[in-house]
């Protein structure tokens, strides 16, 4: 089954501590996204990649950081720097990037949760 | 600055009754429209869309009207089920994704 996983569903860190989020792709998909979602408030794009070994910053970049190795795996790495971290991170993918009639699949989300 | 809004945060239906949910976005360069449908603590799924070249597109019991001159889309669920009682997001396509805040839609039975 074609899909995108995010692993693990509930991650609980320590204040301070960098911890990195899972995403991975089977769909052949060139882009892939990485958004925050906070109650009340739409999907924030945190970074996203139009191709392997390429990413940019989206509108909430600050405090995370990721890197895109491969075609199937886009990890997002939250940084202790983050001021705001605990919110529920969501993966996407898309066939492309840009301008155009096509549409974004969202993995299972991960909530992360910092004390 | 929100390119797009969805300014009811939620909305209650009767069972069997139309819903309507409603997006206005600021861009006139948006092309292409979506609605994603999340439940809680799992990730979006894309519902429907509507390309800005038409004004209506049906799948099932779900039609999104789209009003370019009013910068407006909505979406209507006909016949309502409980089922359907969801955070629904509009999202606009132009150089990324720009999503609303989402409606969160309960279908009473």
């Known amino acids: 089954d074609g899909g995108i996983t995010q692993s693990p569903k509930y991650l609980f860190r320590k204040e301070g501590q960098n911890v990195t989020l899972s995403c991975e792709q089977n769909?052949?998909?060139?882009?892939m996204y990485w958004y925050r979602q906070d109650p009340g408030q739409g999907l924030r794009l945190i970074y996203y990649?139009?191709?392997?070994?390429d990413f940019q910053k989206g509108d909430i970049a600050e405090g995370y950081s990721v890197s895109r190795e491969k075609k199937e795996s886009f990890p997002l790495t939250v940084t202790s720097a983050q001021k705001n971290p605990t919110a529920f991170y969501l993966c996407?993918?898309?066939?492309?990037w840009g301008q155009g009639h096509y549409e974004q699949y969202f993995g299972p989300g991960t909530r992360l949760t910092v004390t | 600055d929100q390119q797009v809004k969805q300014n009811s945060p939620s909305l209650s239906v009767q069972e069997g009754r139309i819903s309507i949910l409603n997006c206005d976005y600021t861009?006139?360069?948006?092309?292409?429209f979506l609605w994603y449908k999340k439940y809680p603590a799992e990730g979006p799924t894309f519902l429907i869309s509507i390309s800005s070249i038409k004004d209506k597109n049906e799948d099932g019991r779900f039609t999104v009207f789209l009003n370019k001159s009013a910068k407006h889309l909505s979406l209507h669920i006909v016949p309502s089920q409980p089922g359907d009682s969801a955070v629904y997001f509009c999202a606009a396509s132009g150089n990324q994704f720009y999503f609303g805040t989402g409606t969160s839609l309960t279908v009473i039975p």
């Open positions: 990649s139009q191709i392997v070994n």
């Open positions: 861009n006139s360069m948006f092309d292409y």
């Open positions: 996407a993918s898309s066939i492309v």
């Open positions: 769909l052949n998909h060139d882009a």
